[in-house]
């Protein structure tokens, strides 16, 4: 269980993130101006460096042991939140001026850092939930960048070549860096599954949470902020229970094995603010005030789902524990 604390105190480090901005916005743009904006930059390079560090090629080669069934997986990761969004604006429950952040959040990968430390705390195969969740993450960009430019109609996403170019110095090029590391030294590859090395890209993703808000709050200001809050909170709160309800039903279908349908669950029913958060600030050049907007669901949608992951973490643990008794 001292695993699962980590997902605790990312929720903690989100709240304060939250509080600390819009307290003193002034921080994070007095930092930001200082940095010239490279201090985002460096943060974000930070996360996928030690992302490579600790990616195991084994999990992915034993995911794709069965290509048909993997990509049908992952499919479903991509494809299914978007069904959910376009019925969520069907029936009005997802207002026009949010769709647009809602169909991003629903191309986003799985989240590799509390997906597999919730399969894990569940009793299920956390090694099945870190690969596909590494394939997720590693397909993430290119997807996002595409489908980004296809599906969200917003008027401020950069170019193509932009893009890419940042994705490639930012998150390619650190990842596969931090790879090559861990396969040239064991002492590292150990040193990478460290405790500092998980809370390390917890502690960067907040931070940037932190100086994207201070933006917000000194843009915008913390009347607006708050209102589009509470004007995106049941919405988020919508999705977030369709994720984990369809989660669970194609879980269910998939696998007979509780181990494996847990992992499966945690990999359908999260979305990634590590990948979200900085994808997003590359994606999209244009006004802070924009981008806070069109970031604000993102932010309730991963921080419900944290705590909804919590929740269930108790009764899944039983179920699974219930399966290894009888057999």
Known sequence: MRVFTNGQVYAILLVISFVLASQKPEWGIHLKLMSSGLLTDGLI???????????????????????????????SILLV?????????????????????????????????????????????SDYSLGHATISNLLAPIVITFLGSQIIDIGMVTSFGFVI?????????PSLLGWLISRSSASVRLLAI???????????????????????????????????????????????????VSGWFLSGMWSRERNIRISQFFC??????????????????????????FLMPLFWVHFVQLLTGAMLLGYLSRWVHKEAITQ
């Open 45 to 75: 390079v930070l996360i996928f460096l030690i992302q490579g560090l600790r990616l195991k090629t084994a999990s992915l080669r034993e995911v794709w042991s069965k290509p048909a069934s993997g990509i049908a997986f992952q499919l």
């Open 81 to 125: 939140p978007i069904c959910w969004v376009i019925l969520g604006s069907m029936l009005d429950l997802i207002k026009e001026e949010v769709e647009n952040s809602f169909l991003y959040i629903a191309i986003l990968p799985t989240t590799i850092s509390t997906c597999i430390v919730y399969t894990h705390a569940a009793g299920g195969d």
């Open 165 to 173: 170019t940042k994705i490639l110095w930012c998150v390619l090029l």
């Open 194 to 244: 460290h405790d500092f090395f998980t809370m390390l890209p917890l502690f960067s993703i907040s931070f940037i949470v932190f100086l994207t808000f201070c933006e917000g709050f000194h843009t915008l200001g913390t009347e607006v902020v708050w209102k589009s809050l509470k004007f995106t909170f049941l919405p988020c709160l919508g999705f977030v229970i369709a994720l984990h």
């Open 268 to 293: 359908l029913s999260q979305k990634s603010l590590a990948m979200g958060m900085p994808l997003a600030i590359m994606l999209f050049a244009g006004s802070s005030a924009s981008l806070i907007k």
